[in-house]
């Protein structure tokens, strides 16, 4: 068998890795953490998964977790290997929940699952029980070696043992003696002891033996009672008889007396179906009216009322807007005088008073001129003439001082006409632009009231299409035929109510039955006659009497009858329960004739076992005694291995010793010859691949070298994949010229 490559998908630190294998020495080097012991993880648990062994519940290893991919949700690869010239590929997923192992052929590509062993434990096939066929532990403690783990565990031993066993007495490693003395011991437990009443099946039915003599007893017991029971049941049906003659004797008195009750409920029906035939007939004429919707008539109302408010409204709207429309003709009107202030009374004595005081300033400038005239005048005939024009002179003068105060005033109290016309101008626009302003928010108004008068012209055509669709709806031209409609209907109503209610009346007198039923007694009553019906007051009082007591008697037999069929059933036959009580001894019997024909069985095979381990020992011993010597060069050749795996060895003075005194170089070469002999020796006729990962680290260069010659020497025959994190083992191999396929990762 050889491993021809791993594709690693999504496993621990690797995704899309891919490592091609070849026949013969492997040789994988990477540095410290770059991924081999992943690598090797990854053919195991591409072989074997990570489900604990020895378990009876799918339960998951440490290994699961510490090598769950780091950036990848999935956690699958696939594995190829070939035997017999065929290539097989195995495809894992490891995620829990969705764990699954499918197995194909590689050429053709055919699902080839079925043909492999399913574990019920894992719920998946195991791939290596075709043509790996060696077991999680077998294979953890022979062919797969990591990094400081020469040593065996200590189920390896248990395991060895039940192969070499079975190739000593067999020939043949798919027989296993222990899985026998296994299932010997388990069909002991599955048969148990007296002891286990509760729990074997050979402790049950001893136990259901007792409880069936128990069963014996009371049923015993109970069919003596049941004689009583029986007995009280014949005596109670007599009386019960005789109840029932006086019963049926006392029904046909009160027969008669139905009978007249019954003749006059048929003419009181008879008279309630020809009135509400009649009230059918009137219900006929009017039934055009029953559909009509009194709520159609509502809705009219309510339109006619929506009618009404809308008129109002837009009557009152309408008036509003004629007094609007007058008071915006009033300011257009005043918008279309030229001068809209000409008649301002204030305006009009601003300027009067602005002309008199500007023709007084006149006045005093001319008398100013005058006065200053008859100073100079003065001043020259006083110069010239006589000194009394100095007086006219001075007189003058206080006459301009006097004249020039005045002006002052008048100027002071003159207002320029200019500023008059402008404020008279401003005043104007102002007054324009109120007027425009009460223009546009009538105009405003006028136009929300028209929008009001056609959103209500609007309204009012949808409340009259209101009233025309309902009238239409209802076949009618206008409100009044409506009205005696609605008026018909009601009419139409009530009798259809006392249609009805004549119709209840009917039912409580017919009760369940119809008119012809009715009919049907009355042709049976008529063979009674009714004349002279007497019948005594506490007639139906004492029919009612005997009923009781035939129920009451009824019940009693019936509780007896009940008692007995509950015995009966609580209680088997007893020729039954001696039946069974047989049955169960025949049982007991064969138990204890298979328990004692197991445990003779189970001595001669474990005697025949321990026979034939001494016989194969020597052979083991052999085996790893070649080994060993052929990778010490012949320092150590002879090993002695006990039934458990204990080694010891003989030295080259003929002294057997204990191996934990040598180096631990020695110890780990012993072990590893271990290894090789088992696997050679369960495994002969298989080349299984050797995996050994790191196991050579402590070794020194000659150990080192003499393994790697023993190893070469085995890669001619199997293939051997080694992992290394030194170029001891590359340069030692390429000075000896061994051929090997290096793969660095």
Same mark, same amino acid.
């Given at each position: ?22 026949? %013969? ?57 070939? =035997?017999?010239?065929?290539?097989? $590929? ?18 053709? %590509? ?50 060895? @043992?039940?192969? !070499? ?27 148990? +002891? /007296? ?7 050979? %402790? ?6 007792? #409880? ?8 015993? /017991? ?39 009750? *019954? ?62 429309? &007058? ?26 008073? =602005? ?17 200053? *005239?008859?100073?100079?005048? %003065? ?50 626009? @102002? ?19 028209? +929008? ?5 012209? +609007? ?15 209802? #076949? ?12 018909? #209907? ?21 009760? /369940? ?52 069929? +509950? ?17 169960? &001894? ?49 320092? =150590? ?60 680290? &402590? ?14 020497? &085995? ?6 994949? !080694?992992?290394?994190?030194? #170029? $001891? ?17």
């Amino acid at each position: 068998m050889i491993i021809e490559e791993l594709i690693i998908l999504s496993f621990g630190k690797f995704n899309g890795k891919n490592i091609k294998l070849s026949d %013969g020495l492997n040789l994988i080097y990477g540095d410290n953490e770059a991924g081999k012991s992943t690598i090797h993880k990854f053919i195991e648990g591409m072989l074997y998964g990570f489900n604990k062994k020895y378990t009876k519940t799918k339960r998951y290893t440490e290994d699961y977790e510490k090598y769950f991919p780091w950036n990848n949700n999935q956690y699958k690869g696939v594995l190829k290997y070939s =035997y017999d010239n065929e290539i097989y $590929r195995i495809e894992r997923n490891f995620e829990k929940g969705n764990d699954e192992v499918a197995v194909f052929d590689e050429e053709t %590509g055919e699902e080839l699952t079925h043909m492999y062993e399913y574990n019920p434990v894992a719920r998946v096939i195991e791939p290596t029980s075709l043509h790996f066929g060696i077991n999680k532990s077998i294979y953890q403690n022979t062919i797969s070696i990591a990094q400081l783990e020469s040593k065996t565990d200590s189920n390896f031993a248990k395991e060895v @043992k039940d192969n !070499l066993i079975n190739l000593g007495g067999t020939l043949d490693n798919e027989i296993s003696i222990k899985n026998v003395i296994e299932r010997l011991e388990k069909r002991i437990n599955d048969i148990g +002891t /007296k002891n286990r009443l509760k729990t074997s099946p050979y %402790g049950k039915i001893i136990e259901e033996l007792n #409880k069936l003599s128990k069963q014996r007893d009371k049923s015993h /017991k109970m069919f003596e009672e049941t004689k009583e029971f029986q007995y009280k049941i014949n005596e109670l049906k007599k009386e019960l008889n005789e109840l029932v003659r006086k019963k049926d004797k006392l029904e046909k008195d009160i027969y008669k007396y139905r009978c007249k009750e *019954i003749n006059d409920k048929y003419i009181k029906a008879k008279g309630l179906l020809k009135e509400i035939d009649s009230l059918h007939k009137q219900s006929y004429k009017l039934r055009r009216f029953k559909d009509i919707k009194i709520k159609d008539y509502g809705d009219i109302i309510k339109h006619e009322n929506s009618v009404e408010t809308i008129v109002e409204n837009m009557s009152r709207i309408e008036e509003n807007i004629s007094l609007i429309q &007058q008071k915006l003709d009033d300011v257009n009107s005043q918008l279309d005088q030229k001068n809209i202030l000409i008649e301002n009374i204030n305006y009009k004595e601003k300027l009067t008073i =602005y002309e008199k005081l500007k023709n007084k300033k006149k006045i005093n400038k001319l008398l100013l001129l005058f006065s200053t *005239i008859s100073i100079v005048i %003065g001043l020259v005939l006083g110069y010239s003439y006589n000194y009394i024009f100095y007086f006219l002179s001075v007189f003058m003068v206080f006459s301009d001082l006097y004249l020039v105060i005045k002006t002052k005033s008048i100027n002071c109290s003159i207002i320029d006409k200019k500023v008059i016309l402008d404020e008279l101008e401003n005043e104007k626009i @102002k007054k324009n632009n109120e007027l425009r302003d009460t223009e546009r928010f009538l105009q405003n108004q006028l136009l929300e009231k028209n +929008t009001e008068i056609q959103r209500l012209k +609007t309204k009012l055509n949808e409340e009259n299409m209101g009233i025309k669709f309902i009238l239409s709806k209802n #076949k009618f031209d206008d409100v009044d035929e409506l009205k005696l409609g609605i008026e018909k #209907k009601r009419l139409y109503e009530e009798i259809i109510n006392r249609i009805n209610y004549q119709r209840e009346i009917l039912s409580n007198i017919l009760m /369940k039955e119809t008119i012809e039923e009715l009919e049907e007694k009355m042709k049976e009553c008529n063979k009674v006659s009714l004349d002279d019906i007497d019948i005594e007051e506490d007639i139906v009082e004492k029919l009612n009497v005997i009923k009781e007591n035939i129920v009451n008697k009824d019940k009693e037999i019936s509780n007896l009858e009940e008692k007995i069929n +509950t015995m009966n059933s609580l209680f088997r036959p007893i020729q039954e329960i001696d039946e069974e009580i047989s049955i169960k &001894q025949e049982m007991i019997d064969k138990y204890e004739n298979e328990l004692n024909s197991i445990e003779i069985a189970k001595a001669t095979i474990e005697k025949i076992s321990k026979n034939i381990h001494r016989d194969f020992a020597p052979k083991l011993n052999k085996k790893v005694s070649q080994i060993i010597s052929d990778i010490t060069h012949g320092k =150590y050749k002879e090993i002695k291995i006990t039934e458990n795996l204990e080694m010891k060895i003989v030295d080259q003075n003929n002294n057997l010793i204990d191996i934990e005194s040598l180096s631990y170089g020695t110890i780990d070469q012993i072990y590893f010859s271990l290894r090789f002999g088992i696997i050679d020796i369960i495994k002969e006729d298989k080349n299984i691949p050797l995996i050994l990962d790191d196991c050579f680290i &402590q070794y020194d260069d000659q150990r080192l070298s003499n393994i790697l010659d023993y190893i070469y020497e &085995q890669s001619m025959d199997r293939q051997i994949i !080694l992992f290394t994190c030194q #170029k $001891r083992e590359q340069k030692i191999l390429n000075d000896k010229k061994y051929s090997f396929n290096y793969i660095e990762i």
